[in-house]
């Protein structure tokens, strides 16, 4: 298994425009998770996805939206991109929601998202 | 408010040296607390937690709930430490989320 897998690995933008990242998780995980990383920064918690149910947000605006689809892979959607936008976004999977001990979050790569 | 907090953006060690990252939360509740790191070029990844009370590496952690501290350590510092380091909590109030503290920058030189 090569892991959590996120496509693309860059993406260059302007203003205004829209965006979709993509994220296999590894087989067998059913959760996903998305995280924004600011330069400088750590990992800010976005959405939570679970069985393709939305189980968590974290405080971003409305532009942000995500989905899980039945094969339990993951959209990132971000609408009229601002410069500030401009981030690492970071996809993690987990066997499922809770904090046992077997349910690490895995991360992938990484999208690195320029805003110009 | 839910907060982690890591008070050195950058610490250098030389090799051999005993090392300390420091972190603080700030949770309502009992809250599950995670260290993560990211070594050059590689992905972010699971370092150590405190439910499972193991030593990854050297490198132990003491939760201690009287100073919301959570502290990384390791009596002797190699080289192959250097990476940046993420303080994480989670809780039922945060669902399983994760929030991190800023990152620490560990150097270990010879």
């Known amino acids: 298994d090569a892991g959590v897998t996120q496509s693309p690995t860059h993406l260059i933008k302007t203003r205004g425009q829209h965006v979709t990242l993509r994220c296999s998780p590894i087989s067998g995980h059913k959760s996903v998770s998305w995280y924004q990383q600011v330069l400088g920064q750590g990992p800010q918690f976005i959405f939570q996805?679970?069985?393709?149910?939305?189980?968590g947000r974290g405080n971003f605006p409305d532009r942000f939206s995500a989905r899980q689809f039945p094969n339990y892979s993951s959209e990132l959607n971000v609408n009229a991109l601002l410069l500030g936008d401009s981030a690492l976004y970071l996809c993690a999977s987990s066997l499922a929601l809770g904090l046992a001990v077997y349910n690490e979050q895995f991360f992938g790569p990484g999208t690195r998202l320029t805003v110009l | 408010a839910q907060r982690v907090t890591q008070p050195e953006k950058l610490l250098s060690v030389f090799k051999g040296a005993p090392v300390e990252l420091k972190c603080n939360y700030s949770?309502?509740?009992?809250?599950?607390l995670f260290w993560y790191v990211q070594y050059s070029r590689q992905r972010l990844q699971l370092l150590l937690r405190h439910i499972s009370r193991e030593s990854i590496k050297g490198f132990t952690a003491d939760l201690n709930k009287g100073e919301t501290s959570f502290h990384l350590k390791k009596p002797f510092a190699q080289e192959e430490d250097s990476a940046m380091y993420y303080c994480a909590l989670s809780g039922h109030q945060a669902g399983t989320a994760l929030i991190f503290g800023k990152g620490t920058t560990l150097s270990v030189s010879s």
């Open positions: 949770y309502s509740g009992s809250p599950e």
């Open positions: 996805y679970y069985e393709k149910e939305e189980r």
